[in-house]
Each structure stands twice: as C-alpha cells, then as structure tokens.
C-alpha cells in the first residue's frame, strides 16, 4: 500500500518540482550573464596575505574585497593608485593599454605640480628619465623677447618645474604604483559603470579573457580628455578652440635661446612653444585656432608649418624646426576646456581631464591632476572604511568645492592666457596683447606675480583678477601717455571691456563663490610646504 501511494506521488511530484524549477529560475536575482567571470580569486588571498586597509580585510557577502577602482592608469589615474595604495587601501586599476604611451600632452610639469609629487611622495617618478629642470619662461614677440623666472627663492633647492617624455612619466608612476602589493593594475577597457539605485558599485570591463566584473565602494574615473564614461557623472560642456601640432626638434647643442625655459613665442594666429623633454629633444607645440587642422596625408600641414609657421620661429630654432618638419612623425591633438560641473554620485568621483580641463598652453593639466589627489586622499585619511556609504559620501562632500581656489586659477588663467596671446584683428585685442608682454618684461611683481600663479606655487584667484586687470589697466596707460585723445580714449575703453569679456566669463563657468569665497582656502595656501623637510613631515 505504501510503496503504492509513493508510486501515485511520485509522477506529480515530479511535475510539481519541475515547475517550482522553472519558476525559481525565471525569478531568479539577475546575476552577470555567464561571460562575466567571478572575481579573481587570487585577489581575497592576496588580502589575507597582505593584511591591508589597517588590517581590515572585507569579504563580507554583497561587499567588495577591493577599496577603491581606478579607471585609466595615465596621470591621475597612476599617481592616484600609488597614493591610496599608500594609505593602505585595496586598489584595482584597469587600464586600456599598460606600454608606454607615445603623446605630446601633459611633458611640462609645473613647480607647483611637482611639490604635489613630492607631497604624494612620488618625486623618484621624475628621475632617470632624463627630465629636465625647467627655471621659468622666455617670451617672444616681433622680434623682442624676455624671460621671467619662477619664484623659487624660498624654496628647496630641487623645486622647479619638470619636463619630459610624458610615456617613461607615466610608466615610471604604473611600476611605482605596483610595487605596493594592495595596488593590482590590470590592462582591460572600462565599458561602462554598475550602478544600483543610484551609486555607482563598480565596472564592468573588457579583457581579452572576455567581459569582466569589478565591485568597489568607490570607483574614480580616470579615463582622460576623451572620456566615454563621464556622461553619467557630469554635464561635459567641451569647447575646443584650437589643436596643438607637435614636433620633436633635435638641436645641435641641445639648448634652447633660454636654457631651462619654456619658450612662447606670441605668433600670428596663435602662440607657438618649446620646451626640452629631454637632454637631446626639444617638444615645439604648435596652436593652429580651429578643429579642422591643414591635411597631414597630402602635405597641407608640411606646407603651412613652412610657410606660416617657420617665419615666425626664433631665427636660432628655424633650421632644426624645417628639419624636423621634413623628417616627419608630425602628431597632433586637440585643446579642450570643459569646466568641472559635477552630478556627485555616491560611489563615483571623476578626476583629472575626465573631470576638467583647460587649454594646455599654460602647462597646468597635471598640476590641477595632482593637487585633487591630494585633496582626495587628505579627505578619505579619516575613514578606515569605505564600505559606509554614507560616511563616504559625507567625507567626498567638499571635495568639489575644496579643489577650486587651485583649479580655477590655473583653469582662469589657461583660458584667458590663451585668447590674450592669439594675435587678432581688434585693436584693442592687439594693445591688450602688446600690454601683457610689456607687463611681464617690467619686472618685480609684474613678472613675479603671473608666474606663481602660472606654476601652481601661488594658486591665488584674487591675485590673478588683480594682475589681469593691472594689464589692462597698464595698456589703457601706455595708449593715452603720453598725449590722450579721444580715439585712443575709446580703444582704451574698448581695452577694458574686452578683458572683462574674456575673464568673466570662465570666472562664472568655474563658479564665483567656490573660486573667491571658501573659508579653507586660507588654510590650503599657508599649508603649501615650502622645504623637502617641511614636504617630508607633511606626509609623515
Ligand atoms: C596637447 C596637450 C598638451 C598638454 N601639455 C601639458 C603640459 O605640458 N603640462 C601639463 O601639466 N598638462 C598638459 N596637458 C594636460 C595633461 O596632459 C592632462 O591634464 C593629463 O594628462 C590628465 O591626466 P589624466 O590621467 O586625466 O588623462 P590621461 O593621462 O590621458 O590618462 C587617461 C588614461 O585612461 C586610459 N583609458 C581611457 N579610457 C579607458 C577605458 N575605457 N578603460 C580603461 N582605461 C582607459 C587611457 O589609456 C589613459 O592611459 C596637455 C594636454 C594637451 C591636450
């Protein structure tokens, strides 16, 4: 009888378990299709092995082993993979591509850059790639020129600025950044972000194994001036107004007019520049105005650089600058501003030119790059876990208006730089122009002044609307001395209004109050340390 009732159940039950099967399955929490991999398991091992985050090691179920995702592995992305990896956080970077990049952006770094380098103790970065000591700038104009050294009087004598191959740069940070054993640097492409109401939980990405997943609590977004994954992070309003033309100049001594100086000639229609990136080679950055560049393939680009651009280059630069021409490996590249206008998103951040960039003509990309770093890692020091969201979102708060003071004024002063020095047809652009140069020339606070604003040592926003307006001012004076009339009355204040019109507005996209009205920023500019010892106990 019983094995008879078994019998009578046994074909239902079947059927029953069968649908409860195909229920559960179509029910089921959506888990990563199976191209997706599991997280390598070597990492968890690798945290009990290396014991990181102060002895924290999470694997608790839903959370991530890993602290932090770095997204893109060039300047910021790989000093910041050293600096939190120093702190002892858990870092997973994905790159797209770990050889040695080949560019022409990002080969001056500023004095004020490089103290950051020393505050995240990555100065070595610099050594044995040939970079070169850079003191200052020399300016060129119709034939006139002048040099204007960095303020570096009351500073260690190893601050100054730096320039090099930006590929061994940025290899030497990858291979520092490694060398601690909680910092895994991965190649694979960054598709898009996990997000789960509303945070960001990490990355999905490529390798050639296949579709990857990443989880972190927090995921920084490194993926450069293209970036793909920006959109969902912030409003990217890029403006492109020129793009650099690059040429490597091998000169016989190997020395520029001014030794240990960038060069920027004022040229027609826009500024020409040298600099050494190594003991033998001379970058020269051509700015052609515009998006659409001479063709390279039919010898357009050849023939402009010959006849518009060669006239224009110091007579001790044109041979080597003809050469390097003729010998080709011409790259180019455009210039791209776009204002930092952040969605702050729990869990995400972005940060160096996926975040904010300027024209490169002052060289300040890097030094804005590595001064959020720094006010990133200065935030995240307190939270020994960043597995709390809310402390974290609570902590990342003021890391956007924390940054300004810095990034504005260097952002302000690309951008206006930029349009003083293309040549124009407006009379008053053109004395503006002229009055800017002759400002510099004169001297003392006039050369002084601009200078530690363009290195990053004084990154003050008052004293660049200050020194912009004496400018101006200053050319108003030299057009009505030493006999006024009304003509030149009117070009003067014509002068004004045209300043007022190339400052104000990237004043306002950089946002008035953070930039003029933060109670830190006091704090921020006494802080800056001034010796390597003071550098040293600031990180200490
Ligand atoms: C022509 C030019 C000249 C410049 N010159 C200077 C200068 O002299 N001094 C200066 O301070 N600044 C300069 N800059 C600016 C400077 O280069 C940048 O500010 C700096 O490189 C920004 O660093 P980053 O890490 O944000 O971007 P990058 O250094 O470009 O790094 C981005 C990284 O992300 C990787 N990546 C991209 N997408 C993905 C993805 N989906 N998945 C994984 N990885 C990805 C890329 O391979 C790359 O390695 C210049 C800029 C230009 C355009």
């Not at 100054?160 to 054993?181: C, D, W, Y």
């Not at 105005?289 to 680009?301: E, F, H, V």
């Not at 590249?333 to 975040?355: C, E, I, K, V």
């Not at 004293?463 to 030493?482: D, E, K, M």
Request: net charge positive; aromatic share 8%; charged share 20%.
């Amino acid at each position: 009888m019983a094995n008879f009732m078994m019998d009578k159940y046994i074909v239902p039950a079947f059927i029953v378990s069968l649908l409860g099967f195909v229920v559960i399955y179509i029910l089921r929490p959506r888990t990563p299709p199976n191209n997706y991999k599991k997280k390598d398991p070597k990492s968890a091992e690798k945290c009990e092995t290396h014991n990181v985050i102060k002895g924290v090691c999470k694997s608790g179920k839903g959370r991530s082993d890993t602290d932090v995702i770095i997204v893109g592995a060039g300047v910021a992305g790989a000093a910041l993979a050293h600096t939190l990896g120093k702190e002892g956080r858990k870092v997973h970077v994905i790159e797209r591509d770990l050889t040695e990049p080949d560019r022409i952006v990002g080969e001056l770094l500023q004095p004020g850059g490089y103290l950051k380098l020393i505050e995240l103790g990555l100065e070595d970065c610099v050594e044995d790639i040939d970079a070169q000591r850079v003191v200052g700038y020399a300016l060129f104009k119709d034939g006139k020129s002048t040099n204007v050294s960095y303020p570096l009087e009351n500073f260690h004598s190893d601050v100054a600025g730096r320039s090099f191959h930006n590929g061994r740069f940025i290899q030497k940070m990858r291979e520092k950044a490694v060398t601690l054993p909680n910092v895994r640097l991965e190649q694979g492409t960054v598709t898009s972000l996990i997000e789960e109401n509303g945070s960001i939980k990490g990355v999905q990405y490529k390798t050639k194994a296949g579709q990857e997943l990443a989880h972190a609590p927090l995921t920084v977004v490194c993926d450069g001036c293209f970036s793909n994954l920006r959109r969902s992070l912030c409003d990217p309003k890029v403006d492109s107004p020129s793009c650099f033309v690059g040429l490597v100049l091998e000169l016989e001594n190997g020395q520029l007019p001014y030794p240990n100086h960038g060069h920027v000639i004022l040229a027609d229609p826009s500024p020409i520049l040298f600099y050494p990136i190594s003991s033998t080679e001379i970058r020269c950055l051509v700015d052609v105005p515009g998006q659409k560049l001479p063709s390279l393939a039919n010898g357009d680009m050849a023939n402009y650089l010959k006849t518009v651009v060669a006239p224009q280059v110091p007579p001790e630069l044109r041979d080597a600058f003809l050469y390097a021409i003729d010998k080709g490996h011409i790259k180019t590249m455009p210039n791209r501003s776009m204002p930092a206008a952040p969605y702050p998103t729990p869990g995400a951040l972005l940060l160096g030119d996926s975040f904010n960039m300027r024209h490169p003509l002052t060289g300040g990309g890097m030094t804005v790059a590595l001064s959020d770093i720094a006010v990133l890692r200065n935030l995240l020091m307190p939270l020994q876990d960043l597995n709390d969201a809310d402390e974290l979102c609570k902590n990342l708060e003021s890391f956007y208006t924390l940054r300004k003071p810095v990034a504005s004024t260097i952002n302000t002063l690309a951008g206006a730089l930029y349009k003083v020095f293309c040549a124009s047809p407006d009379q008053a652009r053109r004395e503006m122009r002229e009055a800017c140069f002759d400002y510099l020339s004169l001297g003392g606070t006039c050369s002084t002044g601009p200078i530690a604003l363009l290195s990053g040592l004084n990154p003050n926003p008052l004293s660049l609307v200050l020194h912009f307006f004496a400018v101006a001012i200053y050319g108003v004076g030299r057009l009505l001395v030493p006999f006024p009339s009304p003509k030149k009355l009117w070009i003067g204040a014509r002068l004004i209004s045209s300043a007022s019109g190339i400052i104000f507005p990237i004043i306002k996209a950089e946002g008035i109050r953070q930039m003029f009205f933060q109670q830190h920023y006091q704090h921020i500019t006494e802080a800056l340390p001034r010796t390597l010892s003071q550098i040293k106990q600031k990180i200490c």
